[in-house]
């Protein structure tokens, strides 16, 4: 009896055993290729994820540099309609002025006029030169400080949102930072646990409405008129309003 189980486990261990450490090598094999598959799923994902909100933000830049070129081309319009008019005042006032010193020199009245007459007419012309001449002279003084306010905003508000280098190093996303996520985000099964949540247009429009409240507030609370400038433009590199002034309620 004691022969026969001892041919029995030989006979188990000559068969059965190798076959089950083959299954055996087989399953780990194949749980091995699913993680490996797994993780490289997850991987590219991440990678593509974040190549896409690199296009994004690359993209939102370009939007922000277009709107704020959009901006000074709206200063220059609005200071070009003031240069535009003060133009013509001073052509039209020129042409009346010289009109006047022909009046002066050429436009001599008759002898034997009444001196009441000759009084009011003096003082009829000379009021109109005084006056033309002040009129060329605040056309002069109106065009040259529109220039210099449409250069003052041009360079010291109205500004290109060159990003720096801060922010360009923001947007970059190492390919090493992958090794950083918890073991569930790089083993994440396809349709199982967590997913990224899609921004609704309701919470999209909280978030909107949320802004303008802020904007409102600061617009209000502000005196200072580079603060409220600073508001109604907002920041051209992030597109939300920021004042940056020395205000408490300004960040620092």
């Known amino acids: 009896r004691r022969k026969l189980i001892r041919i029995s486990i030989c006979c188990w261990c000559g068969h059965v055993l190798p076959n089950m450490v083959a299954a055996s090598v087989e399953a780990a094999a194949a749980v091995g290729a699913g993680l490996n598959e797994v993780f490289k799923y997850n991987r590219e994902n991440f990678k593509y994820d974040r190549e896409m909100r690199q296009k994004s933000e690359l993209q939102i830049l370009n939007f922000r540099l277009k709107q704020a070129g959009l901006w000074r081309n709206d200063v220059r319009d609005i200071i070009g309609m003031t240069e535009k008019k003060m133009d013509s005042y001073l052509l039209i006032s020129t042409l009346q002025l010289g009109m006047c010193a022909g009046l002066f020199c050429e436009g001599r009245l008759e002898p034997g006029i009444p001196p009441w ?3 009011l007419y003096v003082l009829s012309v000379g009021g109109a030169f005084i006056y ?7 056309a002069m003084h109106a065009s040259i400080v529109a220039n210099c306010s449409s250069v003052r905003l041009l360079t010291q508000f109205v500004r290109l949102p060159i990003p720096t280098w801060e922010h360009v190093e923001d ?4 390919a090493s930072s992958f090794e950083s996520l ?6 994440r099964l396809p349709f199982f646990g967590s997913r990224a ?4 247009p309701e919470k999209r429009q909280q978030a909107n409405d949320a ?3 802020a904007a409102a507030v600061a617009a209000v609370c502000h005196t200072v008129p580079f603060c409220v400038l600073a508001c109604v433009f907002g920041d051209p590199l992030f597109g939300s309003p920021r004042c940056r002034c020395l205000c408490p309620q300004s960040p620092r």
Request: proline share 4%; charged share 10%; net charge positive.
């Open 132 to 138: 033309l001449l002040m009129a060329v002279w605040f």
């Open 182 to 187: 918890p073991l569930s985000k790089m083993f």
């Open 171 to 174: 947007l970059r996303t190492y």
């Open 211 to 213: 802004a303008a409240d």
């Open 117 to 119: 007459l000759l009084t």
């Open 197 to 200: 949540q899609v921004q609704t």
